[in-house]
């Protein structure tokens, strides 16, 4: 069953820049794909939609099977806890918060228990390699290292759909590679993965490819 369902979706946004036009896009259930395009292309305001973060000026837009359409805030809000993980460029960590607890505050609307949430996030920390980090904070990190932590955080509550923005942005090309092998690791045990791109090197690696430009998506 599709994962994503994007039909006609149209973003234009105050002021008239119209950053989506159109865009019809299905992603199964345990796919791994790319969005690739330029600066100013339109993938990050593909991955807000996608990430119900921001909703479209028209088309409809279905995740898991719900329209994005029909929900609330705070259905929206319920639907990202439960459905999707983010990793964005910029790791995001909360600064002087262990990796444990960072990942264990990615649970914190699970309704789990403190015990169980870092019992979770210590499972997640092993599958990125990273156990033996738990109790390091942040900034004893390399970049790689904190890319992924924010992966375990994203993963931690087993979201049907991981969504990647620009994941390897801020990395060298070592600790980049180990990320996006990361992901395929993930993507290999069932999960479907979406990677927002501008690095058609990073695009090539993956199964699936879709292009974007100028708010306009093409298949390959
Ligand atoms: P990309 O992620 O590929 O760089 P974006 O989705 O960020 O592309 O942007 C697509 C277009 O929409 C660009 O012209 C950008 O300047 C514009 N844009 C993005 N976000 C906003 C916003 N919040 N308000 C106005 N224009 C925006
Ligand atoms: P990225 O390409 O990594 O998304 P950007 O600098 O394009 O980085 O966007 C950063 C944030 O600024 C995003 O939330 C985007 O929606 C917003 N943004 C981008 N372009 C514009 C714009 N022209 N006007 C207002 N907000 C924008």
Known sequence: ????ELERVSKRYPGG???LREVDLVVETGELLAIVGPSGSGKSTMLQLIGTLDRPTSGTVRIAGHDAGRLDDRQLSALRAQRIGFVFQQFHLAPGVNARDNVADGLLYSGLSLPERRRR??????RVGLAH???HLPHQLSGGERQRVAVAR???GEPSLLLADE???NLDSVAGAAVMSLLGDLHDDGTTVLVITHDREI???LPR???IRDGVIGHD
Do not use: M
């Open 1 to 4: 069953s599709a994962v994503i």
């Open 133 to 135: 980090r738990a109790d």
């Open 209 to 211: 490819r879709v292009w």
């Open 167 to 169: 994941p390897t942005g």
């Open 203 to 205: 695009a090539r690696a």
């Open 17 to 19: 820049v119209h950053a």
């Open 121 to 126: 996030a210590d499972r997640a920390l092993d």
């Open 154 to 156: 994203a993963v931690a």
